[in-house]
């Protein structure tokens, strides 16, 4: 676990930061995928959470949540529309093409089981020191979580900062393959990036300290 900020730590769930969950103040944010239970659990065994948020409910932020909340007896949230995924486990329906091999492969072993919702959230809320951030596009019920204080944006999947197939680092939009409505994800960025982030973590991607590089990508998208 590596702390990014003031109570904002990164959890790398597997290799060169291609997938990740974070941990803000006493907040599960994502899960990553079912076999990534062991490694979050260990990373949070000294620590009290309160809860476990999901920014969206695909395969790979959600596969551990079921695990994570039983375990650790928390409650699960996520924005309205992510909710009915998040809880019967059927992550990829919203992927463009469901029946691509890699989706199958994402529902059949990343995905965990569905855990019921108990609260769900939207634009303005708070989860601790930060606010919600309805961010749509990757997927329909997308959320973002930004800290006003010190500039700190969790960004989930509205952008990369990776190739997902070569890890080679750099700020991306998210494969197509994967992304409900790419046109609406665009739109997002750019309201990501009206806020001025200063350090920005990623679903996939090393942790980036913004020195204009999002609003540089958000120029050319």
Known sequence: MKKIAEDVYQIPLMPRNSINCYLIEDVLID???????????????????????????????????????????????????????????????????????????????????GFKVTETLKEGDRIGGFVVIETPGHSSGHLSFFREKDGILIAGDTLTNMNLLTTIVGLRQPPNLFTADQEQNKNSIKKLVSLQPKVICFGHGSVLVNNGDLERFASKI
């Open 31 to 113: 899960a990553g995928i079912r076999s990534s239970a062991t490694r979050i659990l260990n990373a949070v065994k000294d620590r009290n959470l309160s809860k476990h948020v999901l920014t969206h409910a695909h395969a790979d932020h959600q596969g551990s949540s079921s695990i994570i909340c039983n375990a650790l007896k928390i409650p699960l949230l996520c924005s309205e529309l992510e909710k009915e995924n998040a809880e019967n486990g059927t992550v990829t329906i919203e992927y463009p093409n469901p029946n691509h091999f890699i989706s199958k492969f994402q529902q059949k072993f990343w995905a965990g089981d």
